[in-house]
């Protein structure tokens, strides 16, 4: 085959490729009325989701983890949320809702065992319609809560997003 031929194919099949990649924006928000900075454990979790994500095959970007101290400002994040993903043409937005307890000194290892609970919203950015929206107590064995723990249950949760995204594809 011909170069030109040779470089028209691999044109054609990269514009195929990429032309079926799913793009997700995300942005996770941490709750916890006596921490003002976003905790480790909620970064890993960032971390784990943007790379699962990514290898996923997806175009993928997340808006810096926050925190947040009432419904009121939770809302004015998604809203910025999805305004940042439609002004950017990505498909889907999802905010994720970590649920904390105890106090700064309580929360500086990476562990699961101050996180009470996770909520998320998926949403088409197109049509504004909800995909998913659900909410899920945390439980852990204490005995084995380290950093690994935190990326399996961040890992899980990111095949259980990846599930609901390819359902409404």
Partial sequence: ???????????????????????????????????????????????????????????????PASVSKSDEQDKKLYQNGVNEAAGSAF??????????????????AVALGNMKRISWKVVSVRTGAVLEEGAQEVTTDVAVDNEKNVRKFAGDFAVHLNKVLAKRA
């Fill in 91 to 108: 498909d889907k937005f999802v905010q994720i809702k970590l649920y904390f307890t105890g106090d700064e000194t309580q929360n500086t």
């Fill in 1 to 63: 085959m011909g170069k030109k031929v040779m470089l028209a194919l691999v044109a054609a099949l990269f514009g195929a490729a990429s032309g079926f990649c799913g793009s997700l924006s995300f942005h996770v928000i941490q709750h916890n009325d006596s921490l003002s900075e976003v905790c480790e454990s909620a970064l890993v979790i960032e971390d784990e989701i943007l790379n699962y994500f990514y290898d996923a095959g997806y175009i993928v970007t997340n808006v």
